[in-house]
Protein backbone atom coordinates (compact mmCIF):
# COMPACT_ATOMS: atom_id res chain seq x y z
CA UNK A 1 0.00 0.00 0.00
CA UNK A 2 1.14 3.77 -0.83
CA UNK A 3 0.39 6.59 1.11
CA UNK A 4 -1.69 9.23 -1.03
CA UNK A 5 -0.03 11.98 0.24
CA UNK A 6 3.83 11.10 -0.66
CA UNK A 7 3.06 7.68 -2.30
CA UNK A 8 5.91 6.60 -0.59
CA UNK A 9 5.18 2.53 0.82
CA UNK A 10 3.32 2.45 3.77
CA UNK A 11 2.67 -0.90 6.50
CA UNK A 12 -0.71 -1.98 5.28
CA UNK A 13 -3.00 -1.97 8.71
CA UNK A 14 -1.31 1.66 9.08
CA UNK A 15 -3.58 4.54 9.24
CA UNK A 16 -1.35 7.15 9.56
CA UNK A 17 1.81 7.61 7.14
CA UNK A 18 5.10 6.31 8.40
CA UNK A 19 6.87 9.19 6.23
CA UNK A 20 4.55 12.03 6.37
CA UNK A 21 2.40 11.64 9.11
CA UNK A 22 -0.68 12.04 6.83
CA UNK A 23 -3.90 9.99 8.19
CA UNK A 24 -3.94 7.83 5.01
CA UNK A 25 -7.99 7.01 4.88
CA UNK A 26 -8.71 11.22 4.60
CA UNK A 27 -5.41 13.18 4.24
CA UNK A 28 -7.25 16.22 4.56
CA UNK A 29 -8.08 15.36 7.68
CA UNK A 30 -4.70 15.90 9.08
CA UNK A 31 -1.64 14.63 10.48
CA UNK A 32 -0.54 12.66 13.27
CA UNK A 33 -0.87 15.20 16.26
CA UNK A 34 1.98 15.34 18.25
CA UNK A 35 2.81 13.66 21.84
CA UNK A 36 3.74 17.09 23.42
CA UNK A 37 0.56 19.04 21.94
CA UNK A 38 -1.63 16.22 22.87
CA UNK A 39 -0.68 16.44 26.33
CA UNK A 40 -0.65 20.44 26.75
CA UNK A 41 -4.37 19.91 25.73
CA UNK A 42 -4.58 17.33 28.41
CA UNK A 43 -3.51 20.44 30.77
CA UNK A 44 -5.26 23.13 29.26
CA UNK A 45 -8.87 21.43 29.81
CA UNK A 46 -8.72 21.38 33.50
CA UNK A 47 -7.20 24.59 33.80
CA UNK A 48 -9.74 26.36 31.91
CA UNK A 49 -12.44 24.86 33.95
CA UNK A 50 -10.39 26.20 37.41
CA UNK A 51 -10.12 29.61 35.39
CA UNK A 52 -13.90 30.15 34.84
CA UNK A 53 -15.52 28.59 37.93
CA UNK A 54 -12.73 29.82 40.44
CA UNK A 55 -11.41 33.17 39.36
CA UNK A 56 -15.21 33.73 37.50
CA UNK A 57 -17.00 33.03 41.01
CA UNK A 58 -14.22 35.19 42.56
CA UNK A 59 -14.58 38.16 40.40
CA UNK A 60 -18.75 38.13 40.19
CA UNK A 61 -18.78 37.93 44.18
CA UNK A 62 -16.24 40.65 44.05
CA UNK A 63 -18.11 42.67 41.92
CA UNK A 64 -21.71 42.14 43.73
CA UNK A 65 -20.10 42.96 47.11
CA UNK A 66 -18.91 46.35 46.35
CA UNK A 67 -22.82 46.78 46.38
CA UNK A 68 -23.01 44.75 49.90
CA UNK A 69 -21.46 41.73 51.33
CA UNK A 70 -25.12 39.98 51.41
CA UNK A 71 -25.17 40.09 47.69
CA UNK A 72 -21.86 39.53 46.52
CA UNK A 73 -22.22 36.16 48.74
CA UNK A 74 -25.33 35.67 47.01
CA UNK A 75 -23.87 36.48 43.76
CA UNK A 76 -20.96 34.26 43.86
CA UNK A 77 -22.62 31.23 45.48
CA UNK A 78 -24.66 31.72 42.23
CA UNK A 79 -21.52 32.07 39.60
CA UNK A 80 -20.05 28.45 41.42
CA UNK A 81 -23.60 26.95 40.83
CA UNK A 82 -24.09 28.34 37.08
CA UNK A 83 -20.21 28.25 35.88
CA UNK A 84 -19.35 24.71 36.61
CA UNK A 85 -22.88 24.33 34.34
CA UNK A 86 -22.12 26.39 31.63
CA UNK A 87 -18.85 25.01 31.11
CA UNK A 88 -20.02 21.62 30.97
CA UNK A 89 -22.63 22.47 28.09
CA UNK A 90 -19.66 24.13 26.57
CA UNK A 91 -17.51 20.92 27.28
CA UNK A 92 -20.00 18.83 25.54
CA UNK A 93 -20.59 21.05 22.76
CA UNK A 94 -17.26 20.73 21.87
CA UNK A 95 -17.16 16.91 22.30
CA UNK A 96 -20.12 16.63 20.01
CA UNK A 97 -17.71 18.15 17.48
CA UNK A 98 -14.72 15.89 18.20
CA UNK A 99 -12.64 18.06 20.38
CA UNK A 100 -11.91 19.60 23.88
CA UNK A 101 -10.52 22.94 24.90
CA UNK A 102 -7.68 22.64 24.82
CA UNK A 103 -7.85 20.77 21.38
CA UNK A 104 -9.47 23.55 19.86
CA UNK A 105 -6.74 25.77 21.10
CA UNK A 106 -4.25 23.12 19.79
CA UNK A 107 -5.71 22.78 16.32
CA UNK A 108 -5.86 19.39 17.37
CA UNK A 109 -8.66 17.02 16.63
CA UNK A 110 -10.55 13.22 17.58
CA UNK A 111 -11.70 10.90 14.24
CA UNK A 112 -12.51 7.73 14.04
CA UNK A 113 -9.16 6.15 13.22
CA UNK A 114 -10.84 4.15 10.21
CA UNK A 115 -13.39 6.74 8.25
CA UNK A 116 -11.55 10.24 9.72
CA UNK A 117 -15.50 10.85 11.05
CA UNK A 118 -16.27 13.00 13.84
CA UNK A 119 -16.72 9.94 16.62
CA UNK A 120 -20.21 11.54 17.78
CA UNK A 121 -21.33 12.85 21.33
CA UNK A 122 -21.45 8.79 22.47
CA UNK A 123 -17.74 8.00 21.50
CA UNK A 124 -16.15 11.20 23.08
CA UNK A 125 -17.52 10.75 26.45
CA UNK A 126 -16.70 6.96 26.28
CA UNK A 127 -13.05 8.24 25.40
CA UNK A 128 -13.13 11.41 27.84
CA UNK A 129 -14.45 10.10 30.89
CA UNK A 130 -13.91 6.07 30.78
CA UNK A 131 -11.10 5.87 28.36
CA UNK A 132 -8.98 8.27 30.19
CA UNK A 133 -9.68 6.92 33.71
CA UNK A 134 -8.48 3.37 32.12
CA UNK A 135 -5.38 4.96 30.42
CA UNK A 136 -4.56 6.47 33.64
CA UNK A 137 -4.26 2.89 35.64
CA UNK A 138 -0.50 1.79 35.90
CA UNK A 139 1.31 4.61 35.99
CA UNK A 140 -0.49 6.04 32.97
CA UNK A 141 0.39 3.50 30.89
CA UNK A 142 -1.80 4.10 28.52
CA UNK A 143 -1.62 7.24 28.15
CA UNK A 144 2.66 6.60 26.63
CA UNK A 145 1.19 3.50 24.80
CA UNK A 146 0.53 6.22 21.97
CA UNK A 147 4.19 6.91 21.76
CA UNK A 148 4.77 3.00 20.43
CA UNK A 149 1.52 2.41 18.90
CA UNK A 150 1.99 2.67 15.23
CA UNK A 151 -1.18 4.57 14.76
CA UNK A 152 -0.33 6.95 17.84
CA UNK A 153 -3.31 5.42 19.49
CA UNK A 154 -3.73 5.36 23.33
CA UNK A 155 -5.45 3.25 25.01
CA UNK A 156 -8.76 5.80 25.24
CA UNK A 157 -8.27 5.60 21.10
CA UNK A 158 -8.82 1.83 21.51
CA UNK A 159 -12.04 1.67 23.63
CA UNK A 160 -13.57 4.34 21.37
CA UNK A 161 -11.58 4.08 17.95
CA UNK A 162 -10.77 7.15 17.72
CA UNK A 163 -7.28 8.62 16.40
CA UNK A 164 -6.16 11.94 17.29
CA UNK A 165 -4.77 14.33 14.11
CA UNK A 166 -3.76 17.91 14.01
CA UNK A 167 -5.79 19.96 11.30
CA UNK A 168 -3.79 20.86 8.29
CA UNK A 169 -4.11 25.26 8.09
ZN1 LIG B 1 2.96 9.91 3.30
Redesign the pocket.
Known amino acids: MN?P??E?E?APDSVL?S??N?FIPVPEKGKKAGFFARFIALLIDPLIAVILVFIGTGIIGGIFSIISDKLGAIMGITAAVVLPILYLIWFLTLLKEGVTPGKRILGLHVVNYQTGENPGLGKMILREIVGRIISMLFLSLGYWWALFDKNSQAWHDKLAGTIVLKAEK
Open positions: CSCKVCWCV
